[in-house]
């Protein structure tokens, strides 16, 4: 008997189902005739599971998934303007809760340009940078409220959280990763100019650590201007460390500067494997086009590859990694009209 991985599979809602499909079709190929059984177990949660239910996440079904290997994520929420759901109970109290009750301080989320796809820039140079997004503080840890008086003198409030400790674990990260790429370089990417305490911070700590790992070097750009850079001069960015709100912003331009959201990639890490990691696309659950096998699912093909690598089946990620370059360098466009099943096939034909 070989190594058995177990994965949590939560497809969730739009878009989400139809990429997973095509993701646990790779997952199953690359592993099969291999040393490796995967064992998959779905679970139902998301927005149309709260329209049935009423639940979020309870905590049976959070201890539940505590036991798998890894999570494999498709997408949650509503449309933007559906009035049936309220607006962040399924990011918050499922999709949040899931990264901060499993300590996902790491949001991996690499940006490449792959030979042949099209960049909507001009010069677009050599693209290939990881962002490593903070994925348990700042302002998504809920620290706000309001006092909604329903006058002029209403107040609502939505507190930073940046603590010395989480800080202070995901820059070491970084800088692990930039030690093992070639340009060996990170950039902080923060706003410290106005957000003077957490900015500080952030920047007084990426200089410490920096003192370990004296072949890294790094420098330091303000959001407004990285994102000026991410679009007239990508190329100069290796590894990119910043906080989850900022992280989230950059990594949805970093996919439109890299051929498009369906192809951009993330794993949301625990890297002291206290909990499992959980492996999804960064993009949402496109409403607009769900249910019409319209979507790409080459992001969450990717993500199967940074789950595979997690786990320590480094010759499987890269199989299909390089079954996804492959496949995306030989398109005429980027979906080339064809079917999410469609590319899935494509991608697993290329595994063998
Ligand atoms: N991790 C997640 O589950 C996650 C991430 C982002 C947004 N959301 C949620 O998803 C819902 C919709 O959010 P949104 O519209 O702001 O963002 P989105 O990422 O779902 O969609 C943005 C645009 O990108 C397109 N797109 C997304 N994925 C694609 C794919 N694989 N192939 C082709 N096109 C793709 C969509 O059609 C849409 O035009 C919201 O409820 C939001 O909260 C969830
Ligand atoms: C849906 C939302 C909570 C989530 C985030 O902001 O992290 C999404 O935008 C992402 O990028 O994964
Ligand atoms: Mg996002």
Do not use: C
Request: charged content about 25%.
């Amino acid at each position: 008997m070989g190594n058995v991985i177990d994965i949590a599979v939560i497809s969730g809602d739009g878009i989400g189902p139809e990429v997973v499909a095509e993701a646990v079709k790779v997952l199953k190929f690359v592993t099969n005739g291999g040393k490796t059984e995967v064992k998959l177990t779905d679970y139902k949660l998301g927005a149309e599971h709260w329209l049935e239910t009423g639940e979020t996440l309870p905590e049976e079904t959070l201890e539940a998934i505590k036991k798998h290997d890894a999570i494999l994520f498709g997408a949650v929420g509503a449309a933007p303007g559906d009035t049936r759901i309220p607006s962040g109970i399924i990011e918050r109290e499922m999709l949040l809760k899931l990264r901060f009750s499993l300590d996902h301080f790491v949001n991996l989320r690499p940006a490449k340009l792959y030979p042949g796809i099209e960049s909507p820039l001009a010069n677009p140079g050599e693209i290939d940078f990881v962002v490593v997004r903070e994925g348990t503080e700042g302002p998504y840890v809920g620290n706000g409220g309001s006092v909604r008086t329903g006058t002029v003198h209403e107040i609502a409030t939505e507190v930073s959280v940046n603590t010395a400790y989480g800080v202070e674990r995901v820059v070491r990260d970084a800088f692990r990763r930039a030690a093992e790429r070639e340009r060996k370089h990170v950039t902080l990417v923060h706003k410290h100019n106005v957000l003077v305490h957490a900015g500080h911070l952030w920047k007084r700590t990426v200089e410490m650590v920096a003192q370990e790992f004296p072949e890294v070097t790094h420098d330091y750009l303000h959001v407004d201007a990285a994102t000026i850079f991410l679009t007239t001069d990508p190329s100069r960015f290796d590894v990119i460390v910043t906080d989850n709100l900022f992280g989230d912003i950059l990594t949805d331009q970093a996919g439109a500067i890299t051929g498009g959201i369906g192809l951009a990639a993330s794993g949301n890490i625990n890297m002291d494997r206290t909990y499992p990691s959980m492996f999804e696309p960064v993009h949402g659950s496109a409403p607009d086009i769900a249910g019409q096998q319209k979507a790409d699912p080459t992001a969450a093909i990717l993500s199967v590859a940074l789950m595979l690598d997690h786990l320590g089946l480094v010759d499987e990620a890269r199989t299909v990694e390089q079954a996804v370059e492959k496949e995306i360098t030989s398109r005429q466009e980027l979906t080339d009209n064809r079917t999410t099943s469609e590319i899935g096939d494509a991608i697993v034909a290329l595994l063998a």
